[in-house]
């Protein structure tokens, strides 16, 4: 036996079933016209971001090869890395 809540609930649907898809097509426009009128006309925020490069000198290694390493990355130049090898390592 179903609870009386529940039969009122199926009769109201049954009496006003037209309300469900009404409902939906005023929130859809509803969105729509937010969307276009109201929400387009606020600003949109600019960012705009600064930065340095700068070198900072790694910690002493405790080998020589390491050291000779850092040395060599240092003194790559801009020739160096424009290698097309390099830049299609880079590219992929």
């Keep these: 036996m179903t609870s009386p809540i529940v039969k009122r609930y199926l009769i109201a649907l049954n009496k006003y079933w037209f309300l469900i898809p009404v409902g939906i097509w005023v929130g859809v426009a509803g969105g729509f016209v937010y969307d276009l009128f109201l929400q387009s006309t606020t600003q949109q925020t600019e960012y ?45």
């Design 48 to 92: 705009t971001i600064t930065g340095v490069l700068r070198y900072t000198r790694p910690p002493v290694t405790f080998s020589e090869i390491g050291n000779v390493i850092q040395d060599q990355g240092q003194k790559l130049t801009l020739e160096e890395l424009l290698v097309p090898k390099v830049l299609e390592s880079v590219i992929a």
